[in-house]
């Protein structure tokens, strides 16, 4: 007899009284009958016997008979994540050029229907924002902004204007190309919606949160950054904001920043047009995109940037009104004066001691 090896690369789950085993390496789905289920638990139990649904399962995918695996060095959901997320179908995938643009052209038609707003507007108070100044950033050269760029801890709480905010949330997250010339050439569909930084299919699914500390000429508060008419919305006062330490994972330091951005993905823009789960990969790149021209704007105007992923998703939700939407904390920037230093002040003190 012929071992048999269950495959590493299937999970299963419960659906309205169906049992489905997910093969995420071959991004299939199948409804399980008992029997099935039962074979391939006493597989991994190590059962040795040969049974007549054995030849399904292979062809299936679901058994192997050799030792199939990868190595790994995280949990089962990373796992899933990665591995589920590659080689997806792509409708309009193929090796010939004239073909790859005919059928992306039709893919792109099929998903131009019922196109969720690209625009997001919170209700709340409106606060009109300066003009961005974007002379700031012509004061020193790319080059010299890439060296000086580096991660700070080390913050005074000293206030910064609501000009420079107002550039910098511009300059990061504001639609700063109102068209794109090359398409209209062509007579293709603009969304009238591009950033800085890139984003896959132009969606640009983030949103910015601005968490006021010590800015000038503004209320402490969360405020919601409307990029198409460049202006805050006021989610929360100063009163009904938590400690950002605790928020952020212990990280007192972020209390001494002037400000603070918490990016949000809004997924249902991207599920509108990409179906599938290797979406989710586009809207991390997206927002490591963002994260670095925030550094280095923030870096170009001679302050210092700090970001970071660690921080209670349940907690920012509630603070941000996100409950009950598809709109999701992704990351947390901020910016502040200080000297720059990579520790924080309770560190270095803590080391000196």
């Known amino acids: 007899m012929v071992k048999k090896y269950v495959s590493p690369f299937i999970f299963f789950f419960l659906e309205k009284g169906r049992v489905v085993v997910w093969d995420y390496k071959n991004h299939q789905q199948f409804e399980l009958e008992q029997s099935y289920f039962e074979r391939l638990s006493a597989l991994s139990q190590g059962d040795e016997t040969d049974s007549p649904i054995d030849k399904e399962l292979f062809e299936a995918n679901m058994i192997f008979y050799s030792d199939v695996d990868i190595e790994w060095g995280w949990d089962m959901l990373s796992k899933i994540f990665h591995i589920g997320t590659q080689d997806i179908p792509l409708a309009y995938n193929t090796s010939e050029p004239k073909q790859f643009i005919q059928n992306y052209m039709e ?127 006021s989610i929360r006062e100063n009163k009904d904001i938590p400690k950002l330490g605790p928020l952020l994972a212990g990280q007192s330091f972020a209390e001494r920043l002037s400000a603070g951005i918490f990016i949000t993905a809004r997924f249902e823009k991207s599920w509108h047009k990409y179906k599938h789960s290797k979406a989710y990969n586009h809207i991390l790149l997206d927002i490591g995109h963002l994260s670095q021209t925030f550094q280095l704007c923030v870096t170009a105007i001679g302050l210092y940037p700090w970001l970071t992923a660690a921080f209670s998703e349940k907690q920012v939700i509630k603070l941000l009104k996100l409950e009950g939407t598809s709109e999701y904390p992704m990351f947390f920037v901020g910016v502040g004066k200080g000297d720059g230093h990579s520790l924080s002040q309770e560190m270095r003190e803590y080391l000196r001691n």
């Open 107 to 233: 893919f792109c038609e099929k998903v131009s229907t019922d196109i969720p707003c690209m625009f997001t507007e919170k209700i709340g108070v409106k606060h009109t924002l300066p003009p961005p100044n974007c002379s700031l950033f012509s004061t020193t050269d790319l080059w010299s902004v890439l060296q000086r760029r580096k991660t700070s801890r080390s913050f005074t709480g000293e206030s910064v204007s609501l000009n420079i905010i107002s550039t910098l949330l511009y300059a990061v997250f504001g639609n700063i190309h109102p068209e794109w010339a090359d398409l209209t050439e062509y007579n293709l569909s603009d969304l009238s919606y591009r950033k800085s930084s890139p984003s896959a299919g132009g969606l640009h699914p983030s949103e910015a949160y601005l968490v006021a500390l010590n800015v000038q000429d503004i209320e402490p508060g969360v405020y919601h950054y409307e990029s198409h008419t460049h202006s805050l919305t």
